[in-house]
């Protein structure tokens, strides 16, 4: 049996040239060409009665993108691991109570006490930050952080 062209003539008789040249034309080694060729001549409703993995392997095959398959799993890993520290962080987030504006405008005011009362000798962080205009701030459920 030899593989020949459209026009008819003849490429090649030898096996092992009609294996490499079929793989070169198709872009599919003997064993996936062989399935595709077998899918096409009536063993479709072999491939619909597959398994959901068989059928997704073949596809992939004949359709040259098994490389999505490890970026699939990758997106998979990623997004699993992203949703477990988003959930982590929801669990955080609901044990923070926000001040009320009262709390907030109370707890500024005794932060900046020690500004007003002039009280600058201290050389502590509250009494560093006085001196140098830094005082502390309160964030408050309308603050943006």
């Known amino acids: 049996m030899e593989l020949a062209r459209l026009d008819g003539m003849i490429v090649t008789e030898w096996i ?29 409703v072999t491939f619909l009665e597959a398994k959901a993995n068989e059928r997704a392997e073949l596809l992939e095959e004949l359709t040259g993108t098994d490389i999505y398959g490890p970026i699939s799993q990758n997106v998979f890993e990623q997004t699993r691991n992203e949703k477990l520290a988003l959930d982590m962080l929801l669990v955080h987030a609901d044990g923070v109570q926000l001040l009320t504006e009262e709390q ?42």
Request: glycine share 14%; aromatic share 4%; hydrophobic share 40%.
């Open 104 to 145: 907030r405008t109370g707890v500024a005011a005794a932060m900046h006490e020690p500004c007003r009362a002039g009280n600058h000798a201290r050389q502590t962080d509250r009494g560093n930050a006085c001196n140098a205009g830094l005082a502390p701030r309160v964030i408050g459920s309308g603050d943006a952080a």
């Open 16 to 44: 092992v040239d009609k294996l490499r040249l079929v793989e070169s034309i198709t872009g599919l080694d003997f064993g996936r060409f062989t399935k595709s060729m077998m899918r096409a001549q009536g063993g479709f």
